[in-house]
């Protein structure tokens, strides 16, 4: 099976963002509206603890949340007291989420292509990366995303957590933790282990990394 085009992958994006529900638009589309929810609750409890449990308003964590789609991420851990910016190439999504408020910034633009006057404490993207099915747009966004991390900061980056390449139907390309290791090493980030969601059979996981350099 032939993957899709970049416009292809673009419309696709868009229209799963205008005909599916809150959760499931951006979730797994296997389970249904309530699990996507005990889905969605679990992993902002594990990106809790990738982020930390501190909330200081005087000094808030500026967060970068790439791949927002309908932004449940970004409002929740806004919700916290963080400042958080999300971006995603989704027009439909985006209007969804300004319409929502919330607290978080929000921008269109690939994970390649973003650019921030601040670095960030932590940066993720959650069921993002394997969706981009063209391989030097993988690479060049998980660079970017590394490059937007401040020293000692954390990037977590969800993918498969799969050995090696796979591709899964015609819109999911999975990357190894033989890709996701070395090229962040060589982006100064130090690997502190894959974080699997564990949730029914979902495959998924964060891949967490430090800025060490
Ligand atoms: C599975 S959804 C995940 C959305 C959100 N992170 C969540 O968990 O609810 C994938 C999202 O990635 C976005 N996306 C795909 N490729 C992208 C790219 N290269 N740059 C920015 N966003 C992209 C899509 O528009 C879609 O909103």
Redesign the pocket.
Known sequence: MGLLSAEE?AAY?NAR?QREGDLRS??DMSFDEPTNRMFYILRLSLLLDIVGHQSDPVAPLFLL??????G??SRELARFGHQVDG????ES?LAYCRERGGGARYFQ????GWRSPWLYDVVLS???LF??LDDD?WER?VRNLASLVRLRGRLALADWGEDGDRTYGNYQVVRGRNRYVPLARECGLRFDGWRPYAFRGNPNGFYVFTRTG
């Open positions: 992958n994006w963002h951006g979730g949340d790439a791949g927002c789609g309908k449940w991420f971006i995603d190439a989704s999504a633009s690939s994970l390649s959650v069921d993002v969706h981009i747009e966004s």
